[in-house]
């Protein structure tokens, strides 16, 4: 860090995207100061799901358990069912286990499940509270809440970030060699430096299509009331209140999401009426109490034309924005903050070369309308889906209309809720730090994860003869596999590294699994678990080497 500078890097924004790149950065020695302009975090439960590529890098930082301990009591079943209104039919169910049985059940999968750890539902406000705790425990990392970013100027070797607190006082100017705004939808980073979202806004549906309205609410009678078994997420299909509903702590707490009709404003809402459209899904009498209210729109695929401009870079929300379907936006902003940490901690240690930094918009660019895209196709399937006119109805076309509505989301919960495909499946090929050795990645497909060592995409997963996982067995930065029984030397590879001042653990792994598995006797991963490179020979270790860190 030169003298001139508060800190290496200044983050703007301490929602997901910002906490994680705190902690990446922090973890590698890295001097962050984050900015977030809340003096106290929000309470409304937004994002609910965290794909299991997520939950893996929280195992990488060792809080996967933290995660997986949070929202939900641990037998909690984390069903999605659908009814017509909560007390009356049930049409279908996606049954999903619960936390303690989610630890368990992945050491037993294969194929698309073949992985470290499996998706958890909890809410974003649980999840953030361990991000934030754990990046207030790294020394490197000065978190300031209360200080709104006001204006962030590149000076060409480094950065300005002026800053106020959000309650009022004095101005002060922050320095920094690089800077990155993860301050959400409206980023006034991205704003200040000119880009706008493209993609498609104001999508019109039946549902997951308009403006939101959302209350956070208690009641501790509500699963006595309700007729059926728990759930994680409770869906409603009728004609006059869709919503969903999603369970925050499993005792008391909820959330409820329904569209609000194009002439109604939310401001004009009252809490009666709130509760009154609660009651029109849940149709039976019930105490609840409003804790908060939100309201978002649902509609957005939207992805910022640029995510970087010279030392000032943009991550999360800032640069895409999904309707909630599919579980993406969060999640997606994670793994911006993945990609970009460990690239900016190579580039001020000095290892990372020229290309690097720009690689991170050519891979999450790619990324983000990929998400967003398989997002879409979510809302379309449920929100285009018009419930019909009998659905409610006693007798035989009532009875027939709930069998073929159950059907479809039967088939649409699979769809969206079932998805190795999107979180595993994600790929950097068209990265200039990605070395190709000519062989053609699976198709992308949302539900099915076909595990490829092909170079670019997440590191093929399996259990060691230890009970490990082979991610635990991975260094912190670059890891390079020796596969199988003979493996060639790495001595080439070491001493490259050695030569650019680039951490590189070599670990063997024994065994023919591994070595059919990633299809070469070789495999180079990087810091977030991707494949860089594989091969039978270490003859081309310093051009590697040099391609993969951006200096070719
Ligand atoms: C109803 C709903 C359900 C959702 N469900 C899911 C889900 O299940 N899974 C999923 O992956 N995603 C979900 N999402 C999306 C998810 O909530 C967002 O994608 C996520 O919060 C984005 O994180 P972020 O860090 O990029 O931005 P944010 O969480 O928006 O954080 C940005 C932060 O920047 C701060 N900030 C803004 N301006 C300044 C400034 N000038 N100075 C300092 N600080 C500033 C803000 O206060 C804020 O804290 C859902 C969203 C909604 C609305």
Redesign the pocket.
């Known amino acids: 860090m030169n003298e001139h500078q508060d800190s290496s890097v200044i983050i ?7 906490l994680m790149l705190a902690i990446e950065l922090g973890r590698r020695g890295t001097s962050t100061i984050l ?4 003096a106290t975090p ?1 309470r409304f439960p ?4 965290t ?1 299991a590529r997520t939950m893996e890098h929280y195992r990488r930082l060792g809080i996967a358990e933290k995660v997986r301990a949070e929202g939900l009591p641990p037998d909690y079943p984390t069903d999605i069912a659908y009814f017509t209104r909560y007390t009356k039919h049930e049409l279908a169910r996606f049954g999903l286990p619960s936390a303690r049985a989610a630890r368990e059940i992945v050491k037993t999968l294969l194929g698309s499940w073949s992985a470290a750890e499996l998706p958890h539902r909890v809410s ?1 406000i649980y999840v953030e509270d361990v991000l934030r705790a754990e990046a207030a425990a790294i020394p490197q990392v000065t978190l300031r809440p209360g ?4 204006a962030i100027r590149d000076t060409g070797d480094g950065v300005e970030v002026d800053a106020e607190p959000s309650l009022g006082g004095g101005r002060v100017t922050l320095r920094a060699a690089y800077a990155v705004g ?7 980073t991205r704003k200040s430096l000119g880009y706008n979202y493209f993609g498609e806004r104001g999508v019109v549906r039946d549902f997951m299509g308009g403006r ?1 309205f ?1 209350i956070h609410f208690r009641s501790p009678a509500l699963y006595g009331v309700l007729p059926h078994p728990r759930a994680w997420m409770y869906w409603t299909v009728n004609r006059d209140r869709r919503a969903f509903m999603a369970a925050v702590n499993g005792i008391d707490q909820f959330t409820f ?1 329904t569209q609000l009709k194009p002439d109604q404003r939310p401001e004009d809402i009252s809490d009666a009426q709130a509760k009154a459209m609660f009651h029109e899904a849940f149709a039976a009498p019930l105490d609840i109490e409003i804790i908060g209210r939100s309201t ?1 729109n649902a509609g957005y695929t939207l992805v910022a034309d640029k995510f970087q401009r010279g030392r000032i870079f943009l ?4 640069v895409h924005l ?1 309707t ?1 379907t599919g ?7 994670v793994e911006d903050a993945v990609n970009l940490g460990w690239k900016l901690a190579a580039v001020l240690k000095g290892w990372g070369g020229p290309a690097l930094l720009d690689s991170y918009e050519t891979e999450r660019q790619a990324i983000a309308m990929r998400n967003t895209m398989y997002a879409r196709r979510f809302a379309d399937s449920v929100g285009l889906f018009v419930p019909p006119p009998e659905l409610e109805d006693d007798g035989p076309a009532g009875d027939a209309a709930r069998k073929k509505t159950g059907e479809h989301f039967n088939t649409h919960a699979r769809f969206e809720f079932n998805i190795p495909g999107i979180t595993f499946g994600g790929r950097y090929d068209t990265s200039p730090i990605i070395v190709s050795d000519g062989t053609k990645p699976p198709v992308d497909q949302p539900n099915v994860y076909v595990s490829t060592a092909c170079p670019g995409g997440r590191a093929p997963h399996l259990w060691l003869g230890d009970g490990r996982s082979l991610y635990d067995a991975l260094g912190s930065e670059f890891t390079l596999l020796q596969l199988g029984a003979n493996p060639p030397d790495a001595e080439a590879f070491r001493a490259a590294a050695q030569a650019m001042n680039m951490p590189l653990s070599v670990v063997p792994i024994a065994g023919d699994e591994a070595r059919e598995l990633y299809e070469a006797d070789l495999a180079l991963i990087r810091p977030d678990q991707i494949v860089a490179w594989r091969g039978n020979s270490a003859a081309d270790a310093a051009a590697v080497l040099r391609k993969v860190v951006g200096y070719g």
């Open positions: 703007v924004g301490g929602g997901p995207c910002g900015l977030e302009e809340r929000s937004s994002a609910n799901a794909q974003q200080w709104r970013m006001v993860a301050d959400g939808g409206s980023s006034p939101m959302a999401h978002w991550g999360g929300d800032a999904f909630p579980g993406l936006g969060y999640n997606t902003a």
